[in-house]
């Protein structure tokens, strides 16, 4: 079974940044696809940011130039740097992993959700 350990959550000051990081418990040459997806109160969730094997990477519109998702296969950890964060940015984020289970199948995998506050 996949683990998925998320850190680096918390609150911070309308501009300033916040580094979030997501641990995989295995070999990250077996992941397909990593991400970060996030659900504010009384919305429904989004997706942040992907990256994929192939180092191709998706993010929402209203993040872009804003946050930047990589990876560390050394460490089998995706994160996501969060600049210049607005109050909007508020929200649980999840990691989320797609794994492959064999050559033909894959699964998805979610970490237990971080909180993001950005005051204003």
């Known amino acids: 079974q996949v683990q998925l350990v998320e850190s680096g959550g918390g609150l911070v000051q309308a501009g300033g940044s916040l580094r979030l990081s997501c641990t995989a418990s295995r070999n990250i040459f077996s992941i397909l696809a990593m991400g970060w997806y996030r659900q504010a109160p009384g919305k429904q969730r989004e997706l942040v940011a992907t990256i994929t094997s192939g180092a191709s990477t998706n993010y929402v519109d209203s993040v872009k130039g804003r946050f930047t998702i990589s990876t560390d296969n050394a460490k089998n950890t995706v994160t996501l740097q969060m600049n210049s964060l607005k109050p909007e940015d508020t929200a649980v984020y999840y990691c989320?992993?797609?794994?492959?289970?064999?050559?033909?199948?894959?699964?998805?995998?979610w970490g237990q959700g971080t909180q993001v506050t950005v005051s204003s």
């Open positions: 989320n992993a797609k794994i492959w289970l064999d050559a033909t199948r894959s699964r998805d995998y």
